[in-house]
């Protein structure tokens, strides 16, 4: 499970990216992203964001199911 520090941390660096015009992306782990367009940047931040927002909400403390029978 990734810490949602860690994906900040990652999506502060994909911005810095973005900003400065950059493709490509190496990580702390000397892994490489090379991305077509700045569009596509656009849309890891916004998943980044997304994995950020869901993190940060925490799971649900009640699941109510609902079961039938049928007629």
Do not use: C, H, P, W
């Amino acid at each position: 499970m990734t810490s949602v520090t860690r994906l900040r941390e990652y999506r502060d660096q994909l911005q810095d990216a973005r900003f400065s015009g950059v493709r490509s992306f190496t990580d702390q782990n000397g892994e490489s992203v090379q991305y077509r367009s700045q569009a596509e940047i656009e849309r890891a931040i916004a998943a980044l964001d997304s994995e950020i927002a869901q993190l940060q909400r925490g799971r649900m403390a009640l699941v109510r199911l609902q079961t039938s029978k049928g007629l």
